[in-house]
């Protein structure tokens, strides 16, 4: 990863309002929020939460009423931090787009679909190419162990950028 110096701080505030901006500017009637916790998960009213406070994760996208929620790992490197928060991106645009509830297997294949080529998407826009194939490597990991994720990476396989970031690789 020898190009992941590019992120800094300020580089990854930046995307993130640049990115918080567009959603709003699309979605005039809703908001995009960004919480970096201990635990990666934003704050989510105990009737709306899918996983346990106890869990710690990378990030996660979360609904509650308007507001679309992106929690972020707030001790995790900042490029694992940016590529999180352009995965849990895709979350947000893919839930705001289909407007169906995520709540079963065919539902988690497209919102992980989505948040997969999000993460490719915008580091290509970006040109942080570590940042893509960062994408492509930990989908490879997590499809190892996850039915719902190993199917996302098989539905990406035929995307552009998926070829041009795991050739690469």
Avoid: C
């Avoid at 899918?50 to 679309?68: C, I, M, N, Q, W």
């Avoid at 893919?94 to 989505?114: G, K, P, V």
């Avoid at 915008?122 to 994408?135: H, K, Q, V």
């Amino acid at each position: 990863m020898k190009h992941t110096a590019q992120v800094t701080e300020d580089v990854l505030q930046a995307l993130i309002a640049k990115y918080r901006n567009k959603f709003v500017t699309r979605f005039p009637k809703l908001q995009l929020t960004v919480h970096f916790t201990p635990n990666g998960q934003p704050p989510t009213p105990e009737e709306v939460r899918t996983t346990p406070e106890t869990r710690e994760v990378s990030g996660l996208f979360a609904k509650v009423g308007r507001d679309y929620r992106i929690g972020i790992n707030q001790n995790s490197p900042l490029h694992i931090k940016l590529l999180t928060f352009f995965h849990e991106y895709g979350h947000a645009i893919y839930r705001r787009q289909a407007n169906e509830a995520i709540d079963n297997t065919d539902a988690l294949i497209r919102t992980e679909t989505e948040a997969l080529l999000s993460s490719l998407r915008l580091s290509d826009e970006e040109g942080l190419p570590d940042i893509a194939y960062l994408a492509v490597n930990a989908a490879r990991v997590a499809a190892l162990t996850d039915p719902v994720y190993q199917t996302a990476m098989e539905n990406a396989t035929t995307d552009p950028l998926w070829q041009k970031y795991s050739k690469q690789n």
